[in-house]
T-cell receptor
Framework: RKEVEQDPGPFNVPEGATVAFNCTYS??????FFWYRQDCRKEPKLLMS???SGNEDGRFTAQLNRASQYISLLIRDSKLSDSATYLC????????????FGSGTRLQVQP | DGGITQSPKYLFRKEGQNVTLSCEQN?????MYWYRQDPGQGLRLIYY???????QKGDIAEGYSVSREKKESFPLTVTSAQKNPTAFYLC??????????????FGAGTRLSVL
């Protein structure tokens, strides 16, 4: 089983739609969680950290469910510019302090 | 501007040749990382360094080598022992790896292809 699993998509949605992605992680000792955004042939960029209480940044809402070991990202009022791959990232705190990346979920927002 | 600079952007390697990818950061970050990304896949950790003059193997270190002689620099050498080097290589840094948050910031990447 992969440490971090995501549905690869693609999710094809019309502009203005609400779309949600889930991500599951296998290590129950994981301590911090992030969503990164990666545009085609570019580097990943931090979209938002994910806090236990859930957090919102404009049209983006991230939630963490420790009991079920999953993280979600909700995008409201999708824009064409939201088209990208969204990477779920987990810090398992195994001592090397490196992050474990999911393979990403591709979103295509259509006009 | 503060950031992470990777060079070159594109690199071609001949069979049997060693090539070195540069990564420089002026963020004063302690930790630096090298990842490899293959098409449609997630990032895989090659090497990481939490402090100057120290580095550790990641999940796919075979065929690669690194050095960390200066805080701001973490070059990656792809040796001839790496039989499938074609990939997108990403360098990252973080301010303090001992923090649970450990947000990593990435350079723009180097695309390596085999001639």
């Amino acid at each position: 089983r992969k440490e971090v699993e995501q549905d690869p998509g693609p999710f094809n949605v019309p502009e203005g739609a609400t779309v949600a992605f889930n991500c599951t992680y296998s290590n129950s000792a994981s301590q911090s969680f992030f969503w990164y955004r990666q545009d085609c042939r570019k580097e990943p960029k931090l979209l938002m950290s994910v806090y236990s209480s859930g957090n919102e940044d404009g049209r983006f809402t991230a939630q963490l469910n420790r009991a079920s070991q999953y993280i979600s990202l909700l995008i409201r009022d999708s824009k064409l510019s939201d088209s990208a791959t969204y990477l779920c990232v987990v810090n398992t705190n195994t001592g090397r302090r490196a992050l474990t990346f999911g393979s990403g979920t591709r979103l295509q927002v259509q006009p | 501007d503060g950031g992470i600079t990777q060079s070159p952007k594109y690199l071609f390697r001949k069979e049997g040749q060693n090539v070195t990818l540069s990564c420089e950061q002026n963020l004063n970050h302690d930790a630096m990382y090298w990842y490899r990304q293959d098409p449609g896949q997630g990032l895989r950790l090659i090497y990481y360094s939490q402090i100057v003059n120290d580095f550790q193997k990641g999940d796919i270190a075979e065929g690669y080598s690194v050095s960390r002689e200066k805080k701001e620099s973490f070059p990656l050498t792809v040796t001839s022992a790496q039989k499938n080097p074609t990939a997108f290589y990403l360098c990252a840094s973080s301010i303090a790896p001992q923090l649970a948050k450990n947000i990593q910031y990435f350079g723009a990447g180097t695309r390596l292809s085999v001639l």
